[in-house]
């Protein structure tokens, strides 16, 4: 073959021995026109040189084998544009071919097609042999013309082939490549995908147990316990204050539950200042509990706010369910660019570092604060001994207000 072509044909079909390589036309490109177009310009072109230097005998052979690979060439074509198999044409297109360019070398110009077509027909050694018996038999055909003298004539068709199948197979190779690298791409966007899915269901659903144990679980806890003691003072006057606190709790418990159900928010304690609203939710759980204010008392965003007030609520749950304290008291700090929480009993202490895990029975309150905290860039701690009583500390980020230059002021 005199030189290199373009690939060719890429959206042909899968042959009849089999299928072809699947993405031959996603690897090579939609070319397959311009490469049906230069083969009819060419052996038009060849079928013109030949009759003008050889006499109507010669000719009548010549252009019947010249038509007969034309027309095997069309239905070529059209079978792979209607995606049907097409490789026993292409067979038979190789056979006119080779008889055409050794009987008339003129028409060697037009292997280039031949070529690309028989590494899209076939694969693995089928497609090596075709393309190799196109290129051998225009060698032949080509050194034939030169009257056996020109040795050039020989092997310059045959190393073309060898150049133009290295450059398909690396053609071929990188496409290969390409796809592989794609696919695992997918895949790994897919793993992604669903990882972050399940971590977000797992944050999810430790929300939502941090929100019930800090509101549902902590009141109905504590209302139990009131129950239980109106029972055993039945019927003392002090049974029946019991009682209605045990009643109070459970009507902020159904409140609590309600707003949950409607995007775990609290509406009642939000619509106060915060300094009110950390006051009442200690109240509901420890009646004597004080509250001081440090710095100068400012909004806070949403979620720092939500976190204080489910902090001292847990807090205060527990220092009713386990501290038997005489004394609450809650500091509420404002920092420049943070806010801080301490809660102190003089209660029973415990052991920080013996504190069983979480189960069935409880233990989930400690735990729920600190990730809710540290969640928010914050620091949580606990300072407690058995009969020193306990500190529940919280620092969460809460920068000031970006305030907007008055009209005006530059």
């Not at 095997?72 to 079978?79: E, P």
């Not at 003691?229 to 902020?252: F, G, I, K, T, V």
């Not at 109240?283 to 489910?310: D, N, S, W």
Request: hydrophobic share 50%; glycine share 6%; proline share 8%.
């Amino acid at each position: 073959m005199p030189s290199p072509a373009p690939p060719a044909a890429p959206d042909l079909p899968p042959a009849a021995t089999g299928p072809a390589p699947p993405a031959a036309g996603s690897r090579l490109g939609r070319i397959d026109a311009a490469v049906h177009l230069g083969f009819a310009v060419l052996i038009v072109a060849s079928a013109v040189r030949y009759v003008m230097r050889h006499g109507p005998a010669d000719n009548l052979l010549v252009l019947a084998l010249a038509a007969a690979a034309c027309a095997l060439y069309a239905i070529i074509a059209v079978l792979a544009q209607r995606r049907r198999p097409w490789a026993l044409w292409m067979f038979v297109l190789v056979a006119v071919w080779a008889v055409l360019v050794v009987s008339a070398p003129s028409f060697a110009w037009c292997s280039f097609a031949l070529f690309f077509l028989c590494r899209i027909a076939f694969t693995g050694a089928v497609a090596y042999a075709a393309a190799g018996a196109t290129a051998a038999a225009t060698a032949a055909g080509l050194f034939r013309l030169s009257d056996g003298t020109d040795l050039a004539m020989l092997l310059g068709p045959l190393a073309v082939g060898v150049l133009l199948t290295l450059i398909y197979d690396r053609i071929e190779h990188d496409a290969a490549e390409q796809r592989r690298l794609h696919h695992e791409v997918s895949l790994a966007q897919g793993q992604l995908a669903a990882s972050e899915r399940r971590a977000g269901t797992i944050a999810e659903r430790e929300r939502v147990s941090r929100e019930i144990h800090d509101t549902v679980t902590q009141g109905l806890a504590s209302s139990l316990l009131l129950l239980e003691a109106a029972n055993r003072a039945w019927p003392e006057p002090a049974s029946r204050r019991d009682l209605r606190q045990a009643s109070e709790l459970l009507r902020r418990n159904l409140s609590d539950t309600r707003s949950l159900v409607h995007e775990l928010a609290s509406p009642g304690l939000d619509a106060s200042p915060l300094p009110d609203a950390l006051r009442q939710a200690a109240l509901q759980y420890v009646p004597g509990a004080r509250l001081l204010v440090t710095g100068e008392p400012r909004p806070v965003a949403a979620e720092v706010r939500h976190a204080l007030l489910r902090v001292v609520q847990s807090a205060a749950a527990n220092i009713k369910l386990h501290a038997s304290a005489s004394t609450a008291t809650i500091t509420l700090g404002f920092l420049p660019d943070a806010v801080t929480l301490d809660i102190y009993d003089d209660g029973t202490g415990f052991d920080p570092a013996a504190v069983a895990p979480p189960s069935d029975a409880g233990g989930y309150g400690l735990r729920a604060m600190r990730q809710r905290v540290e969640q928010l860039g914050g620091a949580f701690s606990v300072e407690s001994a058995p009969g020193e009583g306990t500190v529940v500390a919280a620092q969460l980020p809460a920068p000031p207000p970006v305030k907007l230059p008055a009209k005006g002021e530059e």
